[in-house]
């Protein structure tokens, strides 16, 4: 096992390919659907450095190598939560889509390879389907929509709020704990625009199980609304924004749960994380990650990476890393009565070979076998 992270964007595209070894051969790297659904919508954006396509070719480039998991949609796992089909651990760790197999006396956790996983493939190729231009069509004019200004404007007018930043937080609990917990957590359906079908499931469960409050009932869905909150709370009061896409760098934040440490450059994230972290998380500017990275690979010297330790340079990573070792705990007992772990996934030329050579695949155990899962 590793530290588990999340990078947004602009954090994994100011890497390097060789660095992004390193980012792999040292972390579990948590690719989030909201960099993927942004980085394909990079196909309908006004950049001419470089052709749309060639641009999501070189960052999908980057993505889903040896040590790399897919997340579960976050809205799919407010669902399961509310509806109590599953309890949605926040420990650091990514939701992935797995099942158990057992083969004699075996159980193995089979991960299986994605859609979006897929997608992204064939994205490294430089292959776009017809939905794939319509996609990032629709991703990119839905947020293009968005004004923030004329929220915050909304706001000030109906009910002027003068809020320090670092009481933000305070201020968030101090209000939940005034409202009554059925009529936030109907609001929240409503505001996270859950399908009807489950809207229904939910409510039922609430009645019949009379939880005395809404974090109680389902702790991840009310970490998604803290976050929404103290997001629009931060937006009214001017200390982010506006920008349209803080409606997309805010949804990066309801995966946090789920890695060690958060990897991002941008103000937005910057300013939320701290009213959003567990205590066994830490939150890295892009550009200290990417110092570390690159030190490795100046050290490294050649392709083949000896196992000698971390640099004393290096000291995001080494600090990530001591950071999980104080909270091991959280680690223990994850794949309870597991003998092992089987990855489903599609290797081609543009992917790192799994032995950790630091040649890409097709150079080294795929030299006989160039495209195969």
Request: glycine share 4%; aromatic share 14%; proline share 4%.
């Amino acid at each position: 096992m590793a530290p588990s992270l999340i990078l947004d964007k602009s954090a994994i595209e100011s890497l390097s390919f060789r660095e992004v070894f390193f980012l792999n051969k040292y972390f579990h790297v948590v690719v989030v659907p909201t960099l993927c659904y942004e980085i394909i919508a990079d196909l309908e954006k006004n950049d001419k450095s470089k052709p749309p396509d060639e641009r999501v070719k070189n960052i999908a480039s980057k993505l889903m190598h040896f040590n790399s998991f897919m997340s579960v949609y976050y809205k799919d796992l407010i669902i399961a939560e509310i509806c109590g089909y599953q309890k949605i651990e926040m420990a650091g760790r990514p939701h992935v889509f797995s099942n158990y197999v057992k083969r004699g006396d075996e159980t193995r956790l089979v991960i299986n390879e994605t859609t979006l996983e897929e997608m992204t493939r064939r994205w490294k190729d430089g292959v776009f389907s017809d939905d794939d231009w319509n996609l990032a069509r629709i991703w990119r004019s839905n947020y293009e929509k968005i004004d923030f200004e004329a929220f915050r404007k909304n706001i000030q007018q109906q009910a002027p709020i003068k809020i320090k930043l670092e009481d933000l937080g305070v201020f968030f609990a101090e209000s939940v704990a005034r409202l009554d917990q059925f009529q936030l957590f109907k609001s929240f359906l409503t505001d996270f625009n859950i399908n009807q079908f489950f809207q229904d499931k939910a409510i039922y469960r609430w009645e019949k199980e009379h939880p005395e409050s809404f974090v109680n009932f389902a702790p991840y869905s009310f970490f998604c609304v803290k976050t929404l909150a103290i997001f629009q709370l931060a937006v009214s009061c001017s200390y982010i924004g506006p920008r349209s896409s803080d409606a997309v760098d805010v949804q990066y934040l309801y995966y946090l749960p789920f890695c060690n440490g958060f990897v991002s450059g941008d103000s937005l994230h910057r300013t939320l994380v701290p009213f959003l972290v567990f205590s066994f998380q830490d939150y890295i500017n892009a550009s200290d990650l990417k110092k570390d990275l690159k030190t490795l690979v100046v050290k490294s010297g050649s392709i083949n990476i000896p196992d000698t330790g971390l640099p004393e340079e290096t000291n995001v990573i080494r600090r990530l890393w001591k950071l999980y070792y104080e909270n091991t705990s959280i680690s223990d007992n994850v794949f309870d009565n597991v003998t092992k772990i089987e990855f489903i996934r599609h290797l081609t030329g543009r992917d790192y070979c799994p032995c950790q050579s630091g040649l890409l695949f097709t150079e080294c155990h795929g030299l006989s076998q160039p495209d195969c899962a």
